[in-house]
């Protein structure tokens, strides 16, 4: 009876070892991984997190990751893919709602954007990005004023957001409030971001301004 119990004991010691030691072996591909995809070797970022998921296929930021490495190579589909393995394990995973509705905004489902980035703000109010890119969204529906309360909100959130004034800036042209355009133009430009010239020579036009 004692050789029997020593037997089991000796067996459950190796199945926790082997678990471990999976455990170390896909943690240590996930930081290859993310290694990988700093330096900007993306296929081998990918190759690493496939060989941390055939150990440990219930870690939501090796899809998250692998995700953001497919979006690099501007495969979307597989990054939206990864994304909602994700957001399957992890459903309030913040970061991979936002990746996920810019991956459908990249591919002009708009109306999927929304939603994902809806379900991030729900997630996490106090994220200016999410709000930045749902304005993006929502400009490309033509809900101008909905996209500008968008970077309006983001603005509020880090005033020194420069990319949501020139969005808002564009929002304000678009509704022919052009003193407002300018303004926001001339901040993004103290924050060090230039409107394009293009947009510039527009506003000019309609405004009847040079500056």
């Known amino acids: 009876m004692k050789k029997k119990a020593n037997i089991l004991i000796l067996f459950v010691t190796f199945l926790a070892v082997g678990n471990l030691y999976a455990q170390e072996t896909a943690e240590e591909h996930f930081k290859q991984g993310v290694i990988n995809y700093k330096s900007g070797n993306y296929d081998a970022a990918i190759a690493e997190y496939n060989a941390a998921i055939s150990i440990d296929s219930n870690h939501d930021a090796t899809y998250y990751n692998r995700g953001m490495a497919y979006a690099r190579k501007n495969d979307l ?4 893919s990864d994304y909602s393995k994700a957001i399957a394990i992890n459903p ?3 970061e991979a709602y936002i990746n996920r509705g810019t991956a459908f905004f990249h591919k002009n489902n708009f109306e999927q954007s929304i939603a994902d980035l809806n379900k991030a703000i729900e997630i996490n109010p106090a994220k200016p990005d999410a709000y ?3 304005g993006l969204a929502e400009g ?5 004023d909905k996209a500008i309360a968008d970077y309006t909100k983001a603005i509020g959130i880090n005033p020194n957001y420069s990319e949501a004034f020139i969005a ?3 929002g304000y042209f678009l509704r022919n409030e052009y003193d407002k355009s300018w303004e926001d133009v001339y901040k993004a430009e103290a924050l060090g971001l230039k409107a394009k010239p293009d947009f510039f020579d527009k506003l000019k036009k309609a405004s009847g301004r040079e500056k």
């Open 77 to 80: 589909n597989q990054a939206i």
């Open 92 to 94: 309030n995973y913040f």
């Open 132 to 134: 930045f890119y749902r």
């Open 140 to 144: 490309e529906e033509g809900n101008i």
């Open 168 to 170: 808002r800036s564009l």
